[in-house]
């Protein structure tokens, strides 16, 4: 009956059967740690899981955490919340991956602790239980002793031995058994064998414009000053104020290198150009060169350079377009035919999508024999605008290159420099777009664009908002580009481009438009049912008159400034819809991480009519808001009491940070009216009113 | 500016940079494949997942499975749905671990065929194009030759050859390259540079009554026929022919081992027992034997053999019950001292949860340095039973014991005997019992018992049909246990059991009652507050009038027919809850994994008022149901035009399989009223109504 003689060695048991707890569920965790979640520096990261154990015991939990770069790793106690879901936290304070894990265990001497207590406060008889302190310790004592922690080891043993030693009765002992500091002691020292340990994960930790950015986006060669004359990356410069006064901090450049002349397309897109068209700057390289040239009618790379210079001093970010394509003309057909895909004529092929040709574009042939040295001279072009100072790039349709050259691309970028940022331009199907997130683009193009009703955009934005997505994709709203002119743009007139810029700059935190069309509004498409600018400068260079009387300019400032004035705004992370009972209106909040700053935007989605509705706001909305406010003028009030805060609590005042006016809000619900011919949106401060002592009404 | 000179060696580059295809969220999955899903005998598993590569080629996607004992895998074909996400199925036709994965490729020569097509239709010339056709064609030949498949590729050299010598005409060609069986030969030689394989994950396949069981619960020792006599195994047997008329398949024994002496409890839980006291039989362990060794007083190993054969010819499975612990007499404890924790005085530590106290259970220690050996002795346990042939465990409070220990044994078990069934009696917290589920238990008792209202029943059920809940736990439905006697069945009268059993019944594939007192209805609690019984059988023997006339006999047979005749109640997957605008009534439908058979049931969950309603069906439900129907009398008819099949829509039989009753609903919304003291609850069989050319109704 009884197992004593039989072998325990070919049984199957465990390696280690005593390693109790059970670490499942981690967050953040993207694809159970194939990849990267996605933080910025000083960042508070707060890793949750589910800790538990057979039984009663008493559980310790902690969150390990290192940068790639150092070796030891911080230890954090994690605390158990509802549900046997800890928490602990730790800040982010270097760019690049950071790993972390956590360990825990079941502690004996908490339990014993834990159990003496309850044991005498129910006058049970704990002598017994006492005597097992001292080898509980002394074990723990042992252990510190062999990992070398002497002092500790010192300390541990000097409580055992007193513990056992102690004849001053059990409240004296009940007490010594409780000292915290010498738990904590304890502690660091769990019997190994006993300790469960999850998986390491990692975050990817960008700088702050990974998570906030304000991109303005405008074709070098329609920068000149007077018409009929194609623009330079001097005429850039020039126009640099015009770009740091509305508010922008990334102004991103389509490619500027050499054009392609073979099978160059006209104006409109029409296929047979003329001396003189420019041609699409997407059809990459022409004899004067490739990816890493200057187009001879922008400038010289010294030019650039300067360029690159000046916008810093203005707190302006060139991004730089990166699309591997090329045109007949590029160097590399020349040079590497064997990176191309050959015809059965011989003849290279040029891009399809059946029956659609661009006989102007030449794909790779990313997957050919010599794909090593492809994607390693891909690399070098993006390193080469890195060495001229470019930190943030935009990449052309990442989703018809292989995802393994984009993983492996960025993360070879990153790793020389930390500071690069890849803006993954994908329209396409949703499991592609979250993929190429995933590994490693820092932003992503959304559908936002084609998003319009309140039910919609409130869906798409929860879905982004998720666990795991809200870890790896972080959203960059442009309510038009050179390709995407939207209906609702086209149709909707001056009340249509202020929605959607004031919803893509409060729901984004980051965003950007195409200028200027967007501050001109630009809203003449090429034919009925396309998307596509009326001479659109994709293939043609156009004069602006950006000083036109009804430019949105002013508009697009005073946004921004909210923007900068309002980390709730900074961040993707506080978002949350409220209810408003007409579905022409959206209503939404944004929270900063610690709370203090609240923004409420509500807009008409209706270009045509005055809408109006009721607007209900949960308690906490108005709640976040009393905790987080600082009386300005008024610090030597008395504080309020419980009493009146709750009789103030009624009253609000609803402040509209785009307009400047105020009214008067009175509990949960209250009335909104939006008239598309004035400003279609509110941008809402909500203040807490509150009648002091001396009869003097204010607002926080 | 070229690469050509680089080094490709040290690049960090992926040894593979070829595999487009990407394989993402595979459903079934749990935890990442760390454990199994659980499926049963002859399900039909289906596999997806998101599937797709950059750009516009084509992709072809296998689903690999093979049973644990086979070696070569099982190769299926995925087809794609909606949003990229994949779909293949298999059937398990054997016990035991299944293993499955997904293969995909971008397949270059569908991609060829598919666009031919598209360049034909659109009128391009494709004479280059088809004459790519013979090199990937050949190129899939040689891999089918290295392959040893000379059959294929004898065909596809064949195949490429007339492609390539053709002279008769772009059609002709086009219709050669069009080949589907030639396709289908090819794909099974893909280039293995371009394969992508998913991880490997588990299904764990068990017999249909994992999925599918009634329990009933009963104490052998109150199985006499008379009062004041100790009942025993042969007492059972008598009862065998009462379990089974009433439609159970299980029948559950508490612990039928000795029963210790020391500190055991009386009547009621008293801490003195008196002489003639039976104790309670969870005190494991006397004298006369321990886990291995049946109760004296019930009878003999022999006896225990016969039982479990007379049950077996009533299609009745004995489950006993699996509770590691001993009694202070138990031989465990002299013969090995060692796998019990000492107190200080050198004494066995009783089982605590301080600050209470239990003297009659010592729990082993599984951490204990003899732990290799007290698992292998407790496997052995089960394997004793096993000998004799139980193949269905009840394992008490399993969340006390090592999550590790219950991995390995049910492992262990299984490999050896795979028709094993374990369940978990875990009423504790819901990751904890979520976890036993995940590591190998067949079933697990759920918080049922104490979901009393609509909303919280459902929001329950809800959450166990999520998505991984699913696919690794299988609820097991009490409405009462011994040691639960819910508030609700204290005080609601015949109303509340009649309900819990109707909703215990339906809601579960598998459930079970503790009996006599279910059907007998006991409902006196111990004292105010308490869910213990009076007179509770865990400490005394009782005498139960099985005849009497008040008896819920006849309802729990009823209910278990129709269980019997209804496959949409003999599995969980197709739960589905439907509108009904009172809260005291709950209405829900169960379809089969076919789709032939469905049961809506409505319940009042109020025992003490009749309630009325309107419920609304969803479309999908009626026509659900019109789709299996088959004319059972009058297939000589014409089929019905859609014109009439949409005029009948309207029209349905509500038929109660509780009750024969039979009500006539019209369209979606209907009313229901039930009366709790006639019968809380409806089954029902919805029966769409058919008016035939002959102007004569019947019901489908």
Redo the contacts between chains.
């Keep these: ?4 003689g ?1 072998s ?1 060695s070919d ?4 390696a280690e ?4 707890a ?1 670490i ?1 569920n981690l967050d953040p965790c993207v ?2 740690g194939r990849f990267a979640a996605k933080r910025t520096l000083g960042d508070e990261v707060s890793v949750q899981a ?1 800790i ?1 154990t ?3 015991d008493a559980l310790c939990a902690q969150l390990l955490c290192r940068h790639e770069s150092t070796d030891p790793w911080q230890r954090i106690p994690m605390r158990a919340g509802l ?2 879901r800890w928490q602990g936290t730790f800040r982010v304070t270097q760019l690049g991956h950071w790993h972390y894990c956590i360990e825990a265990w079941v502690d004996a001497l908490e339990t014993w602790r ?2 003496l207590k ?2 005498h ?2 006058g ?1 008889d704990i ?3 006492l ?2 302190g001292p080898g509980l310790i002394a074990a723990a004592a042992a252990r510190a002793a062999a990992s070398c922690a002497a002092d500790d080891a010192q300390q541990l043993s000097a409580w055992a031995q007193s513990l056992e030693a102690r004849a001053d009765g059990i409240e004296a002992q009940l007490q010594s058994a409780q000292d915290a500091h010498l738990h904590e002691l304890a502690r660091r020292h769990p019997a190994p064998e ?1 300790l469960s340990r999850s998986a390491t994960l990692t975050l990817l930790v960008e700088r702050e414009r990974a998570r906030y950015s304000t991109w303005y986006e405008m074709f070098p060669r329609s920068a000149a000053a007077a018409p009929d004359t194609h623009g330079t990356l001097a005429d850039c410069e020039r126009l640099l104020p015009y770009v740091a006064q509305m508010g922008f901090d990334v102004l991103y450049l389509p490619p500027i290198s050499p054009i392609g002349r073979s099978e160059r397309r006209g104006p409109n897109n029409r296929s047979e150009a003329h001396e003189g068209d420019p041609g699409s700057p997407w059809a990459i390289g022409d004899r004067e060169g ?1 990816h ?1 040239s200057i187009h001879p009618q922008l400038g010289t790379l010294a030019d650039f350079r300067r360029l690159v210079a000046r916008a810093a001093e203005l707190n302006i970010e060139l991004a730089l377009d990166i699309a591997f394509q090329c045109s007949p003309d590029h ?2 057909v020349r ?2 035919p064997e990176w191309f895909l050959k ?3 011989g003849s290279i092929q040029y891009a ?4 659609k040709k661009y006989q102007d574009i030449y794909p790779f042939d ?2 050919c024999a010599a ?7 891909l ?2 072009i993006v390193e080469f605008w890195v060495a001229q100072g470019v930190r943030i790039f935009r990449v052309d349709n990442p ?7 984009w ?2 691309l960025i ?2 970028v990153r790793r020389r420099c930390p500071e690069a940022i890849f803006l993954a331009e994908a329209f396409t ?4 777009m979250y ?1 190429l997130a995933k590994l490693g683009f820092s932003q992503s193009y959304t559908y936002f664009a084609w998003r319009n009703g309140s039910q919609e955009l409130r869906a798409y934005f929860e879905e982004l908002r998720s666990r795991p997505v809200r870890d790896f994709f972080r959203p960059n709203l442009w309510p038009n580009t050179p390709d995407i002119l939207t209906e609702y743009l086209q149709f909707g007139g001056r009340p249509a481009f202020t929605a959607r810029l004031v919803l893509a700059a409060t729901l984004g935190a980051s965003y950007g438009i195409y200028g200027p069309p967007f501050e001109l509004m630009e809203h003449q498409a090429r034919e009925p049912g396309s998307e596509e600018y009326q001479d659109s400068e994709k293939y043609q260079v156009r004069f602006w008159d950006r000083a036109r009387a009804d430019s949105l300019r002013d508009l697009i400032t005073r946004i921004n400034a909210i923007r900068r004035d309002h980390p709730a705004l900074q961040s993707d992370a506080g978002l949350q819809f409220h209810a408003i009972d007409n579905e022409a209106l959206i209503a939404y909040s944004k929270r900063s991480a610690d709370g203090a700053d609240r923004v409420l935007v509500i807009v008409n989605l209706d270009p045509q009519h005055a809408q109006s509705g009721w607007l209900s706001l949960e308690d906490s909305m108005l709640e976040a808001q009393n905790a987080v406010t600082t009386e300005p003028a008024l610090t030597t009030e008395p504080a309020l009491t419980a009493g009146q805060a709750g009789q103030a609590q009624g009253s609000f005042q609803a402040h509209d940070l785009l307009t400047g006016a105020r009214f008067l809000w009175n509990g949960k619900r209250n009335y909104v009216a939006l008239d598309p011919t004035t400003t279609p949106a509110h941008i809402l401060r909500i203040r807490r009113r509150v009648r002091s002592e001396r009869d003097f009404d204010y607002f926080l």
Tied chains: 1, 2.
Excluded: C, I
Aim: aromatic content about 8%; glycine content about 8%; charged content about 35%.
């Design positions: 009956m009884s197992a004593t039989a325990t049984a199957g048991l465990p059967g005593r390693g109790r059970v499942e694809d159970d589910d538990f057979d039984g009663h549900n046997d834990s159990d309850k044991k406060a129910a049970q002598a017994l239980d005597a097992r006993t490739g890493k160097p590399y040079e590497h015809r059965a004529d399809e999508n059946p029956p990313f997957g794909w090593r040295e492809l994607w390693l001279e690399a070098s989703h018809t290159k292989p995802f393994a050259l993983e492996w993360a070879r199907r949703p499991k592609l993929r």
